[in-house]
Structure formats: structure tokens, C-alpha cells
């Protein structure tokens, strides 16, 4: 998905007013060139698994000129190129609760980056970077 010439794991584009998208209960991983997750519309984010990404696990924001409100918990994000990236907000607000996420060993990035001035609730992560072996599923 999205239209830069990555392979996002699940895309929600932008101007999605009034969204009320749930991704809960995924494995999501091995996205040669893009994240696990690219969501750029108010979105529900939770009991996922995602490791392996070229890109960070999660990617928010890009949200143009929507007010958008990301939940993201419960989450286990491990082995990418970053946990949780918030970047490039658009005219409209965000409003991000992130919280009982587990990160470890997302490599060359922060676990949780958040770039822009927004409305955030950031409580009970767990981040390390001691590495973990990919699940068996």
C-alpha cells in the first residue's frame, strides 16, 4: 500500500474522516520496504505482532488536514527499523494514547519518536533492545 513506492504490511490512507478502523490480532512482518503498519486516518491499533519491517513497526500521522486520534496498545513490535514513528502532521490535530506496548531491538531508530507538537498520552511501554528470535507461527 501507500503510494511512494513501498510495500506497506496494512495502509489506512489519509482523509478518512471520522474513522473508526480497528487493526487488532495480526501478525504483521518481513515488509521489505515499507512499515508494518502506515496509518494516516484515526485508527485503532492493538494485540498486534509486528517485527521484521524494512520501516518503523508503526507509522502515524501524514494526516493532511483531518483531525485524526490514534489508540495503539497491547502491541508487541520487535526487529524493525524503529518501533513507533508520528512525523509529518498535516493541518489537522493529533491526538495519540500509546500505552502497555512491549519494543526491543528495533534497530536504527528510537522505540517511540514522535516529531511533531501534538496531544499525547505515552504510559506503561516496555522498550529494550535486547533482540528476540522471530515467533514461530
Same mark, same amino acid.
Given at each position: =500500500?501507500? *503510494?511512494? *513506492?513501498?510495500? $506497506?504490511?496494512?495502509?489506512h490512507? $489519509? &482523509?478518512?474522516?471520522?474513522?473508526?478502523?480497528?487493526? $487488532?490480532?495480526? !501478525?504483521? &512482518?518481513?515488509?521489505?520496504?515499507?512499515? =508494518?503498519?502506515?496509518?494516516?486516518?484515526?485508527?485503532?491499533?492493538?494485540?498486534?505482532?509486528? %517485527?521484521?519491517?524494512?520501516? !518503523?513497526?508503526?507509522?502515524? =500521522? #501524514?494526516?493532511? =488536514?483531518?483531525? !485524526?486520534?490514534?489508540?495503539?496498545?497491547?502491541?508487541?513490535? %520487535?526487529n524493525?527499523?524503529?518501533?513507533?514513528?508520528? $512525523?509529518?502532521?498535516? /493541518?489537522?490535530?493529533?491526538?495519540?494514547?500509546?500505552?502497555?506496548?512491549? %519494543?526491543?531491538?528495533?534497530? *536504527?531508530? /528510537? /522505540?517511540?519518536?514522535? /516529531?511533531?507538537?501534538?496531544? #499525547?498520552?505515552?504510559?506503561?511501554?516496555?522498550?529494550?533492545? !535486547?533482540?528476540?528470535?522471530?515467533?514461530?507461527?
Amino acid at each position: =500500500g501507500g *503510494g511512494d *513506492g513501498r510495500s $506497506h504490511g496494512l495502509y489506512h490512507d $489519509h &482523509s478518512q474522516a471520522n474513522s473508526t478502523l480497528k487493526i $487488532h490480532d495480526n !501478525v504483521i &512482518s518481513s515488509n521489505p520496504r515499507g512499515a =508494518g503498519i502506515l496509518a494516516k486516518s484515526s485508527t485503532e491499533i492493538y494485540n498486534n505482532t509486528i %517485527f521484521g519491517n524494512s520501516n !518503523v513497526g508503526i507509522s502515524i =500521522g #501524514q494526516n493532511q =488536514g483531518t483531525n !485524526v486520534t490514534y489508540k495503539i496498545y497491547g502491541n508487541e513490535i %520487535f526487529n524493525n527499523n524503529g518501533g513507533i514513528m508520528e $512525523h509529518l502532521k498535516g /493541518a489537522g490535530s493529533i491526538t495519540l494514547s500509546l500505552y502497555d506496548n512491549t %519494543f526491543y531491538n528495533n534497530n *536504527g531508530r /528510537a /522505540a517511540i519518536n514522535i /516529531a511533531d507538537s501534538i496531544k #499525547q498520552t505515552v504510559t506503561n511501554n516496555t522498550i529494550s533492545s !535486547v533482540s528476540k528470535a522471530n515467533p514461530i507461527i
